[in-house]
């Protein structure tokens, strides 16, 4: 069976909401609560829709987009956004790359620690 991409949580300037997948409600609350600041304040920096999704390798994607007719959503100012949430918070999406690929998918804890040890295999190509 052929797996699907997941979303986690995403936030919509339009609709001024935030959506946060409750089949991940295992994740401690405050690092649920960290993940509705990044994306609420994306969407309040640069505008348009902000989701955070897992692929189905268990790496996490950040991904930003926009209406066609938004003049106000900066995609310059996003991607540099997407990047700095990527460095600054490397740690947290390892972690919840790991906690997806043991919880969701299954996998041997053991086997992604020594592949860990041998390289590190987050992100490279996203």
């Known amino acids: 069976m052929e797996q699907e991409r997941v979303v986690l949580c995403g936030a919509n300037a339009y609709e001024q909401k935030y959506y946060y997948n409750q089949a991940f409600k295992g994740i401690p609350q405050s690092i649920q609560e960290e993940l509705h600041i990044i994306c609420v304040l994306f969407t309040e920096e640069v505008g348009g829709v902000f989701t955070i999704v897992f692929e189905p390798d268990g790496s996490v994607s ?65």
Do not use: C, M, P, W
Not at 92 to 117: H, P, Q, T, W
């Open 62 to 126: 950040l991904e930003t987009n926009a209406d066609d007719d938004d003049i106000y959503y900066d995609e310059i100012s996003s991607g540099l956004l997407v990047s700095e949430i990527r460095r600054k918070r490397q740690e947290l999406l390892e972690s919840l790359s790991l906690y997806y690929r043991v919880f969701i998918l299954k996998e041997d804890l053991s086997g992604i620690l020594e592949a860990g040890s041998e390289a590190s295999g987050y992100g490279a190509a996203h």
